[in-house]
Antibody, heavy 120, light 110 residues
């Protein structure tokens, strides 16, 4: 059974760097085809894809946010970390991580999400 | 402004069939398969349809997906009150080299 759980600060100040961790179980990111993605959702708004890391360490980023995002494997083999620099109040959102299979396959299992507020 | 265009709202009465559209372009829907997600308030999205028209385990077959050219549709037959939720389409975009989501459609069961 695949599960994912996001963790990180609930409040960050403008211009700070946000670091979120996705802890997962039920699969290995070393297995061919596996991937973990990050998607966010501002209050009352639509889903927005942010980044994706693949089993072979290939990475993809949203073009509009690429300069601010870094996705990496965590210190534990079952973790993925997303860093977003220069946070702004418009980045206030619920951030989800999700399992992805097959490169362009669906995000089939999602974490519960973690809410981040950007405020001074 | 989302790359994929969905109607902001849809509605129907119990038992009816409702269709939600998702319009894209040749670089996304025209080339890749479409996935649909269902989201209830305050909860994470759930995969509803993948690869245009496939059901994940546990999803009722009264939810169905289709694709033609650069557009896709989600149909919900035998509408039930518990289907009231937000629905999102998503697809890989070759030009952007990443995933794109639709703006979402809020389904109301009257």
């Amino acid at each position: 059974q695949i599960t994912l759980k996001e963790s990180g600060p609930t409040v960050v100040k403008p211009t700070q760097t946000l670091a979120l961790t996705c802890a997962f179980s039920g699969f290995s990111l070393a297995t061919d085809g596996m991937g973990v993605g990050w998607i966010r959702q501002p209050p009352g708004k639509a889903l927005e894809w942010l980044a994706l890391i693949y089993w072979n360490d290939d990475k993809r980023y949203s073009p509009s946010l690429k300069s601010r995002l870094t996705i990496t494997r965590g210190t534990s083999k079952n973790q993925v970390v997303l860093a977003m620099t220069d946070m702004d109040p418009v980045d206030t959102a619920t951030y989800y991580c999700a399992h992805n299979f097959g490169g362009r396959g669906a995000f089939d299992i999602w974490g519960q999400g973690t809410t981040v507020t950007v405020s001074s | 402004q989302s790359v994929l265009t969905q109607p902001p709202s849809a509605s129907g009465t119990p038992g009816q069939k409702v269709t939600i559209s998702c319009s894209g372009s040749s670089s996304n829907i025209g080339k890749n398969t479409v996935n649909w997600y269902q989201q209830f308030p305050g909860t994470a999205p759930k995969l509803l349809i993948y690869s245009n028209n496939q059901w994940p385990s546990g999803v009722p077959e009264r939810f169905s997906g289709s694709k033609s050219g650069t557009s896709a549709s989600l149909a919900i037959s035998g509408l039930q009150s518990e289907d009231e939720a937000d629905y999102y389409c998503a697809v890989w975009d070759d030009s952007l080299d990443g995933w794109v989501f639709g703006g979402g459609t809020k389904l109301t069961v009257l």
